[in-house]
């Protein structure tokens, strides 16, 4: 049934999973998680069903939603990392994100070590003894990069480390990195909510690392564990035991699991999904390739596009559509801010969110501009960046 299951196309999994083989697996982890530590908070039914829904979508063995993205990196480093201890974390990964990862290993008394990952080579040469993960995006912006995620796959395990993808902008729907070696995903779940406003964030954990054959690396998961009972991790999860400890520490964390009525809300989003991002990655090539014709506009990215450096990337790793987000810079840069009060559909933001077209500025590359892209109709969409380009453009 399982492998029969694994045939079905993603919008039959996105509507009916969630039950199942799927459910019973996360039921099970939890019970036997009570089992040996009583006192740990339950997890809600929906909690249960989104996360089983969100791991069959990902291609992964089991799920972890998490409230916050605070929630689900401490948790993940924690279970990865000690003092002493790095990982290798991609210079593409937002800063946003990079900050966060880099507060929390610095709490704990580990670093981080930034590489270009669109190297693997020069990730190889940046693991050493004491490296525990390497980290990187799918899809990263502003650049809109694509990762090699086999060659980093493949690097990962020579070395004896798991691959992590943060999966946000490109989601489930497009690439499931999973399939292409890696061995744990980070999604957070903004992006893929239809109204915006959502905090949580889901890692998801492809139970294909050996976990044991690298026990002195990776102690917390494959040595006794007082507060576990006295058991290990891996000898009661074997490959899964990084699922369990997520779990375990969710479950011991206070407000770090999402709450049933959040998680009610997460899942009915997940049955859309690739509806979204199918429609917003063609309104999105559509307005890549009006932007690169248009006289005020240079340098756009988007992964979709002919003239991309890593097109033919994306044509392996994002078959479904390349996304919602493209950047661009204009020939002139005074031009930015009339062009952005000239925009009357499109809405100006600190932040993508929802379904409805966003234009933000990156913090990182102050003259870029960054445009994700709603359901809209593309002719709409590339009709109110024309105007606005043409009022900025007359007022030069």
Not at 87 to 94: D, E, K
Not at 213 to 218: I, L, P, T
Not at 220 to 237: H, I, K, M, N, P
Request: aromatic share 8%; net charge neutral.
């Amino acid at each position: 049934m399982m492998k029969e299951y694994a045939k079905l196309g993603f919008m039959t999994k996105a509507l009916h999973s969630g039950h199942g083989c799927g459910m019973k697996r996360a039921e099970k982890m939890q019970s036997a998680l009570k089992d040996v530590s009583p006192w740990l908070s339950e997890a809600s039914f929906e909690s249960l069903a989104f996360e089983a829904s969100f791991a069959a979508l990902d291609g992964g063995n089991s799920a972890v939603a998490f409230a916050s993205s605070y929630a689900a990196w401490s948790c993940l480093l924690r279970t990865l990392c000690a003092e002493g201890t790095n990982v290798i974390l991609s210079s593409r990964v937002c800063c946003g994100t990079r900050r966060l990862i880099c507060r929390i290993l610095e709490e704990m008394g580990a670093a981080a070590k930034f590489v270009d990952s669109d190297h693997p080579c020069q990730t190889e040469q940046n693991i050493d003894d004491d490296t525990r993960a390497v980290i990187t995006e799918s899809l990263a912006a502003p650049m809109m990069s694509v990762a090699p995620l086999e060659a980093l796959s493949r690097v990962a395990r020579r070395q004896g480390v798991p691959l992590v993808i943060i999966n946000t902008l490109a989601t489930s729907a497009l690439c499931r990195p999973i399939e292409f070696g890696a061995h744990v995903t980070v999604t957070e779940a903004a992006p893929f909510a239809a109204s915006g406003g959502a905090s949580a964030c889901v890692v998801t954990d492809g139970a294909n690392f050996d976990w044991r054959e690298w026990s002195e690396k990776f102690p917390q998961l494959t040595r006794a564990d007082a507060e576990f009972g006295g058991a290990s991790f891996s000898s009661l999860f074997g490959n899964g035991a990084f699922g369990a400890k997520m779990r375990f520490l969710a479950m011991r964390g206070a407000n770090y699991m999402t709450s049933e009525g959040e998680a009610e809300r997460l899942r009915s989003f997940l049955r859309t999904l690739g509806l979204r991002m199918g429609r917003q990655s063609e309104n999105a090539l559509a307005a890549a390739k009006f932007l690169a014709a248009h006289e005020l506009v240079c340098n756009v990215r988007y992964p979709g596009l002919a003239g991309h450096p890593q097109n033919d990337m994306a044509q392996v790793y994002l078959k479904n559509g390349c996304g919602a987000v493209l950047s661009f810079e204009l020939k002139r840069r005074e031009a930015q801010k009339e062009f952005m009060e000239a925009l009357r559909l499109i809405s100006a933001a600190a932040s993508p969110e929802g379904m409805t077209s966003t234009l933000f500025k990156n913090e990182e590359a102050a003259a870029r501009l960054c445009l994700a892209v709603g359901c809209e109709a593309a002719a709409d969409i590339t009709a109110d960046l024309g105007q606005a380009l043409n009022a900025a453009l007359a007022r030069l």
